[in-house]
């Protein structure tokens, strides 16, 4: 069996999978990361995006194997050894930017590399277009977009606190 | 998904002599369209050739009056590459048009276009802006690479390498998107270039096509106007739950009006 060697919110790891195994079957059967969902396997709702290399990939549709040497990170691997929430966690709970919770973790992770690829700055209509890979059935995505744009004035840097939500 | 053996060459030459030995191996590259379909059982490969490790395949660069493209560029780099967005603007707003932000992140243009789904951008930019196919043996002329749904000349022990493509004077795309799927209804790309005016049309037949009589209206006056007296005959266009050929037929007419404007 192929060997894969990948390091996973800063943790090395070394394992034997099958060929066809997905990365996200290695983050949740192997190394147990649970927070990474699946939803509809098929690479269309993203509840199962992580980073690879900076990137925000859909797991469901990427093969361990295609992973060798990278550097992942999961939503486990966001808030801080403290427990601080990163601002777009923090800004997801401050929002009411979830409902069920169920595409969050993808959500989340989307958004993170949407903020980090526009330093320019984000309108709303960019928000909405730049989360095309991800559903959410509960939200209507309001919440969600007010929250992508307040945590991204602070990840840019203009705000030092995130914008509490009013209303 | 079945299992399947595993191999990533490091060299074009590597790949290709895998290939060759087993007829049975696939070459995969950003996956976004096989992985779904070996998930679903539809392909079932002894091996796959992993491209994603062979630099060979990377790059944009500029050679003379053309942009050549390597195969393993992803939508994203090919959207936001500045050499693509400088000489082919339209060709870097497609791209940045593909499926959505992670698919963008690991489907690659030659993946896209070695597989030529009908309803994929790329083909119609390739045949509109006169692309030359380079692979591990020969150069194959856009208007002889796309042989039909999901075919092309590729033969099976032979990569695609880079893609070439003129730089055009003017060039725009639009689509329609199914707004379920998201993927093209149909879509036109009209370049005016160092060969003519081509326009390639994606999405509304079983391969993408060159619409000659636009050609011909545009050639003479670059125009929406042109294109007034244009027609576009349902035969051999595609009728599915989401619209029939009559529909497409006139959706071919619009999208190539808004792929002038967005021509300039």
């Known amino acids: 069996m192929p060997q894969v060697t990948v390091t996973v919110n800063g943790q090395t790891h070394t394992v034997e999978v099958e060929g066809r195994t997905l990365l996200v079957e290695l983050l949740r059967e192997t190394l147990r990361l649970t927070g990474t969902h699946v939803g509809c396997d098929t690479s269309q709702c993203g509840a199962c995006v992580v980073h690879m290399n900076g990137e925000s990939v859909k797991s469901c549709t990427l093969l361990a194997v295609q992973a060798q040497g990278a550097e992942v990170v999961t939503i486990e691997g966001l808030a801080a050894a403290d427990g601080t929430l990163h601002p777009m ?52 995505y309001h919440n969600i977009v007010k929250a992508v744009a307040a945590a991204a004035d602070v990840m840019h840097g203009k705000r030092t606190e995130l914008a509490p939500a009013i209303g | 998904m079945y299992d399947f053996e595993y191999h990533k060459p490091t060299t074009i030459a590597d790949a290709v002599k895998i290939l060759a030995a087993d007829p049975d191996a696939k070459p995969i590259s950003g996956g976004m369209t096989l992985l779904p379909a070996l998930k679903h059982r539809l392909n079932k490969p002894s091996a796959l050739v992993d491209l994603g490790g062979i630099a060979e395949l990377r790059g944009v660069k500029r050679e003379g009056n053309a942009i050549v493209i390597g195969a393993m560029a992803k939508h994203y780099e090919v959207a936001t590459d500045p050499l693509v967005k400088e000489a082919i603007p339209a060709l870097a707003r497609m791209a940045s048009t593909v499926g959505d932000t992670q698919v963008r992140n690991r489907g690659t243009l030659g993946g896209s276009l070695a597989n030529n789904d009908p309803a994929a951008d790329y083909p119609a930019a390739a045949l509109a802006l006169g692309a030359t196919f380079i692979t591990s043996r020969r150069s194959i002329p856009a208007d002889d690479f796309f042989v039909g749904m999901f075919t092309t000349a590729l033969e099976p022990d032979e990569l695609l390498v880079a893609v070439s493509f003129p730089i055009p004077e003017k060039a725009g795309y639009a689509k329609l998107r199914n707004p379920a799927s998201r993927y093209s209804m149909a879509g036109v790309f009209v370049a005016k270039g160092p060969a003519g005016v081509k326009v390639g049309v994606n999405g509304a037949a079983s391969c993408a096509f060159r619409q000659t009589e ?11 106007d042109a294109l007034s007296g244009v027609t576009q005959s349902p035969d051999d266009l595609n009728s599915d739950i989401h619209g029939g050929a009559e529909y497409r037929a006139h959706l071919v007419i619009v999208m190539a009006k808004r792929a002038l404007a967005d021509a300039g």
Not at chain 1, 99 to 126: R, W, Y
């Open chain 2, 214 to 224: 636009m050609e011909a209206a545009l050639s003479a006056n670059w125009s929406a």
């Open chain 1, 89 to 140: 966690q923090e800004a997801f709970r401050e929002y009411h930017a979830l409902q069920c919770g169920f595409c969050t973790p993808g959500m989340v992770m989307s958004a993170i590399d949407l903020v980090q690829k526009n330093p320019q700055g984000l309108s709303e209509h960019d928000i909405r277009e730049g989360l095309d890979g991800n559903i959410c059935r509960c939200t209507g």
